[in-house]
């Protein structure tokens, strides 16, 4: 067996382990990090959520591959995933000449296959409420996959970590503003509506380059979630490498205001 270090920050380890054709993904918690004071927990809370997703037939049941405890706090394993972070795989659609069929053809692939694989958490009651570019891989043939379920709200949740938000730049902004709205340790259940979201806005964000909200690098946090709440964002014709109505309209309807007016991913998927 080899294993390589992926990433070593905000209190846990990543490895890739690999043995023959088969490879997965280890994480641990890092108990002397300053950041680590709920990574244990969070890796206890995402072991969870596999198995309850897993048994509601929203994600592929060899996902999850085994999890425990160790002298130190918790760890977690799961099935690697083949694939490039959406950021690098739509960069050649960033570029002004990018308007190629391939181009066209691999935006909309990617949009109509990740809204495949939120559809069946959504159909479950769940969402999960980590959709953004790093969370989501494109393999070899445009399709996507999507990792980190940690953050994944449920149904009957029962005692969890509060949910308190997720990336800054793709959090929808009935979620901004119910993080600005309540107390530091008071849960905001997330409902899948908030994923599409995020899904429109990583869209956005990954074909243009710019993030959706208008407000700068170094604003606190508060500033950025203020004006996702009050739909202060660019707009994608403004914005855009190359005009692709098709794209666009999807992106826009993803980021309706008003969560009864976005697509379902299962209309996305059919899009």
Not at 111 to 129: E, I, N, S, V
Not at 192 to 206: H, N
Request: contains cysteine; charged residues 25%.
């Amino acid at each position: 067996m080899s294993y390589g270090l992926l990433s070593d920050r905000r209190g846990s380890r990543v490895w890739r382990m690999t043995a023959g054709d088969d490879g997965m993904v280890l994480k641990a918690n890092v108990p002397e990090a300053e950041e680590s004071r709920d990574k244990a927990a969070e890796l206890a809370q995402e072991n969870d959520h596999l198995i309850r997703l897993s048994r509601a037939d929203a994600i592929d049941s060899a996902y999850r591959v085994g999890a425990g405890a160790w002298e130190g706090g918790r760890w977690l394993a799961v099935r690697w995933v083949d694939g490039v972070r959406l950021w690098n795989a739509l960069s050649p659609t960033r570029e002004a000449g990018g308007g190629t069929r391939a181009h066209r053809t691999l935006l909309l692939s990617v949009a109509r296959t990740w809204a495949a694989r939120l559809a069946p958490l959504h159909a479950a009651g769940w969402a999960h409420a980590d959709v953004q570019p790093t969370n989501t891989l494109v393999t070899d043939d445009g399709t996507t996959e999507i990792i980190d379920y940690a953050l994944s709200c449920g149904p009957d949740d029962g005692r969890r970590l509060p949910y308190r938000g997720a990336l800054t730049h793709t959090t929808a902004p009935e979620v901004a503003a119910a993080v600005l709205d309540t107390e530091h340790d008071v849960h905001i259940p997330v409902r899948p509506p908030a994923d599409i979201w995020s899904l429109g806005a990583s869209l956005f964000w990954c074909w243009t380059g710019h993030r959706p909200g208008m407000y700068e690098d170094g604003d606190d946090r508060r500033d950025k979630l203020r004006a996702l709440a009050d739909q202060r964002l660019h707009a994608l014709r403004d914005v855009r490498p190359w005009p692709f109505p098709a794209l666009e309209e999807l992106i826009n309807a993803c980021m309706a205001p008003g969560f009864a007016d976005r697509p379902t991913a299962e209309e996305i998927a059919a899009w």
